[in-house]
Nanobody, 124 residues
Framework: EVELVELGGGLVQAGGSLILSCKAS???????IGWFRQAPGKEREGVSY???????YYEDSAKGRFSIFRDRVKNTIFLQMSSLRPEDTAVYYC???????????????????WGQGTQVTVSS
């Protein structure tokens, strides 16, 4: 059974930092992981991605502020967020996409599995 569990969300003031984690189980090594977020009334949007080989990618909204990395031993992917802004407020999800599908990492519809999400709220 495939399971993704996100942790680390919370309330933080603007300019602060949070680190999110995505614990993956039941996945083979040929999966990439994406971090997405969704605010009420808005579509799910990509934030950052890491390939099965550990190569990171960032959307413009995250570039320079967020870092994605993984712990291979713990099978956990992290999203380090700094310089947070109120517009970063959303439910953050991690998803797993099979690299064999040759899909666009930024396309939420391409992902095969999702976690339950963790709420990030940035206050001013």
């Amino acid at each position: 059974e495939v399971e993704l569990v996100e942790l680390g969300g919370g309330l933080v003031q603007a300019g602060g930092s949070l680190i999110l984690s995505c614990k993956a189980s039941g996945l083979t090594a040929d999966y990439g992981i994406g971090w997405f977020r969704q605010a009420p009334g808005k579509e799910r949007e990509g934030v950052s991605y890491i390939t099965s080989d550990g190569n990171p990618y960032y959307e413009d909204s995250a570039k320079g502020r967020f870092s994605i990395f993984r712990d291979r031993v713990k099978n956990t992917i992290f999203l380090q967020m700094s310089s947070l802004r109120p517009e970063d407020t959303a439910v953050y999800y991690c998803g797993a996409v099979w690299v064999g599908s040759d899909a666009d990492y930024a396309d939420a519809d391409a992902y095969h599995h999702w976690g339950q999400g963790t709420q990030v709220t940035v206050s001013s």
